[in-house]
Each structure stands twice: as structure tokens, then as C-alpha cells.
């Protein structure tokens, strides 16, 4: 797979500023790293009524006495039917809650964002996004010079993505932080998700009742209620589309803001099995257009994030596009999307559904990089 970074074409297993380590590595440093490992209990993923996907979130205690930065983490699929995983930073003053509805001990079904069960709209920006998992993603190494702060008391929300097209046996997954001493001089890491609404037709040649997009559509209601549909207009409004008319290919766009400003240091793309092709353009449409993460064969099951070479300076409200393209025809080819019935395929939580992600980490300042570090 090639990808490209703001000019550079490299391999992936080339890229020498920070890739992804295998699972057996420690990062080297003089600094005392502790490494804090996770279990999830036992789960059997179920799926709702007329459904293949079940959303499983679990809150995982690291008993972090102290503010550390997170440096690198690892999630370790438990099985085959981890389709995809996101953790989450629940921070201590919703602990308390998460004691009291006690999810502790059997987790919760969690379509959509990984927040607590009933949670109101505030403690999504609590919740932040501390790292995803998806196949091929190997373990996770920040930039050198950076870090994620988790503040002392908090908790981490583990939530996967199940694919009972795969299988539906009992799953125990795990995942291991690599941490420092929030005294050792790194940059704190900010994170921010962007998306763009697929609206992809059934291949020419294919028919059947779902591939109108108003009944695909309402079918997704029917597995994972109607917020799911609300998912899919918001996405297009954000994006300033008409979400009763979106316009149908075989590409989806949308041009988002950095919410904050500094250097762009690592980039992800994410999409799931009719994905072939992802672009990141930073101020597009200008003179000034530069293309940050090109993935011009995009395979869902060898998925990266990529530490840039050289940092890129961006401002906050800097305008980011992300492009992904698809390949409907694929369908009809890959073994699993064959079990389901033809569809007009929108954004939705289901293996057999599509998404349009990309993801930046931010530093406030140029990370000093050093070697002991």
C-alpha cells in the first residue's frame, strides 16, 4: 500500500517518523515507562433484530494514581469479529456515574459515540477520543516529543464494533498504555474527528428493495433506531448537503475547521469494506493546497495512522477536506457483503454500512524531538 505524505510517497513500512511498532515492542526511552494493561470480562456480541452488528461498550479502570501522558497503547482484538475498536478518556468527574449506573459490571450497547448509557449532549466533549483500533492498526506510538495527558482518576470507555457476519462466539479483549510522568517535557496531543456522508447506489445492474436510498434508509432505523437516521442528516447538513437529496456517487467530500491550531503531526483515515482510496487536503481549493495523507489503495483490513515526516502548521478554523472513494461493486465480490441483501449504501454503525473518517492529532508547538524521550 502507498501513501502519501504531504509530498512524499512512501511504503508504509518505510515510514521512519513514527509508524506503528509490533505488539511486542516497548517504546525505548530513559524514562521510566509504565505499562498498564486492560481486560475486558467475557461478552457474547448479540445483535439486534434484523441486525449483523452489535456496539459493546466497557469501562476499564487503569488506576492511574497520577497525571501521566499516554505515549503508546495497543488495543488486542480478542477474535475475528472485532470489526473495529474506539477508546475513550471517561474523565473522573463522571466516574461517579458510571459507578452508579453500574456498567461496570456487564457494559452497555452503544451504537454511535462510546458515552455513558443516557448520557446528555455535555459529556460528549468529556468523553474524548483517545485512540481507534481497526485491522492492520498494529500498536499505537505517538509522535516523538508528544503524548496524551490522562489526568489522574480517570477511566478508559472500550468500545468494539462486533461483526456477527464473522462469527458470534464469546470475546475477551485487552489493551495495554504505555505511560510517563506528567513531568516529562512532551506536548500534549489534541484530537479531532472529521466525517463525510457516503451515498453510495446499488452497481449498475443490481436491483432489489433496498436499493432505494430512502428504504436503506429506513431499514437502518429498523436495526439501530431512529438516531441512526439522524446521524446520516446531520452529516450531510454539516457538510451542506440536503439531507432528503444528497447527491449519489461513488465518492463522499466534506470540508471541516481544525479546531485548533499548532502543528499536524499524525493522521488516520477510516472506512469500512467498500473503501478503496482516501485524500486529506488542507486549505483546498486554494493556492495554498497541500495534501497531508493520500491512500490511494485503501484496504479495510491493513488500516494505518501515520506520524507525518515533517510536522505541518495549521490555524484554528484552517479549512480540511477529506475525500473518500468507494467501490460498490465490491458488494457483490467479498464473501461477507455477498450474506446481505443489495443496498443503497449511506453512513451507518453496520460492517455492511459505510463510513468517511479522518482523524488529526494536533501539538501546540513543533515537538522537540529527542532521543532519550
Known amino acids: 500500500m502507498l501513501v502519501l505524505l504531504v509530498g512524499t510517497v512512501v511504503t508504509v513500512t518505510a515510514l521512519s517518523a ?6 511486542s515492542q516497548t517504546p525505548q526511552s530513559s524514562v521510566p515507562v509504565t505499562n498498564v494493561w486492560l481486560h475486558s470480562g467475557l461478552y457474547t456480541p448479540k445483535a439486534p433484530p434484523g441486525a449483523t452488528d452489535d456496539y459493546h461498550c466497557t469501562v476499564l479502570d487503569p488506576h492511574v494514581t497520577h497525571r501521566s501522558y499516554i505515549i503508546s497503547s495497543q488495543f488486542l482484538p480478542g477474535s ?30 452503544c451504537f454511535g459515540e462510546g458515552t455513558l448509557p ?3 449532549l455535555s459529556d460528549f466533549a468529556q468523553t474524548t477520543l483517545l485512540s ?36 458470534d462466539k464469546p470475546v475477551r479483549n485487552s489493551l495495554v498504555l504505555h505511560t510517563v510522568p506528567l513531568s516529562t517535557p512532551l506536548l500534549s496531543l489534541h484530537v479531532q474527528e472529521m466525517e463525510a456522508a457516503p451515498d453510495i447506489p446499488c ?18 432505523g429498523q436495526r439501530f433506531g431512529e438516531n441512526a437516521v439522524l446521524t446520516v ?3 450531510e447538513a ?23 491550531g499548532g502543528y499536524l503531526v499524525r493522521v488516520a483515515p477510516h472506512m469500512h469494506l467498500l473503501g478503496v482510496g482516501f485524500t486529506m487536503v488542507l486549505d483546498p481549493g486554494t493556492p495554498e493546497a ?25 490555524t484554528a478554523g484552517e479549512p480540511v477536506q477529506i475525500t473518500c472513494t468507494y467501490d460498490p461493486t465490491l458488494a457483490q465480490e467479498l464473501p461477507i457483503l455477498r450474506k446481505v441483501a443489495p443496498h443503497f449504501v449511506t453512513w451507518g454503525d453496520g460492517s455492511t454500512d459505510e463510513m468517511c473518517v479522518g482523524v488529526t492529532w494536533t501539538s501546540p508547538k513543533l515537538p522537540d524531538i529527542h532521543d532519550d524521550l
Open 233 to 235: 442528516d446531520g452529516i
Open 80 to 109: 475475528a469479529e472485532d470489526h473495529h475498536a474506539a477508546l475513550y478518556l471517561l474523565p473522573q468527574s463522571l466516574v461517579a456515574q458510571a459507578k452508579q449506573d453500574e456498567v461496570f459490571k456487564n457494559g452497555w450497547t
Open 290 to 314: 497541500k495534501t497531508v495523507l493520500s491512500v490511494p489503495d485503501y484496504d479495510f483490513h491493513h488500516q494505518r495512522a501515520y506520524n507525518l515526516a515533517t510536522p505541518v502548521p495549521v
Open 132 to 167: 481507534n483500533w481497526s485491522p492492520g492498526s498494529g500498536a499505537i506510538d505517538f509522535p516523538k516529543g508528544t503524548g496524551f495527558v490522562i489526568p489522574a482518576g480517570s477511566m478508559v470507555i472500550m468500545q468494539v464494533h462486533y461483526n456477527l457476519l464473522v462469527g
Open 203 to 220: 452497481p449498475a445492474g443490481v436491483t432489489g428493495p433496498l436499493c432505494s436510498r430512502s428504504a436503506s434508509l429506513a431499514n437502518q
Open 238 to 260: 454539516l457538510c451542506g448537503r440536503n439531507p432528503s437529496d444528497p447527491p449519489a456517487g461513488d465518492s463522499a467530500s466534506c470540508t471541516s475547521r481544525m479546531g485548533t
Open 118 to 120: 443516557n448520557a446528555p
Open 18 to 23: 513514527g509508524g506503528e511498532s509490533a505488539a
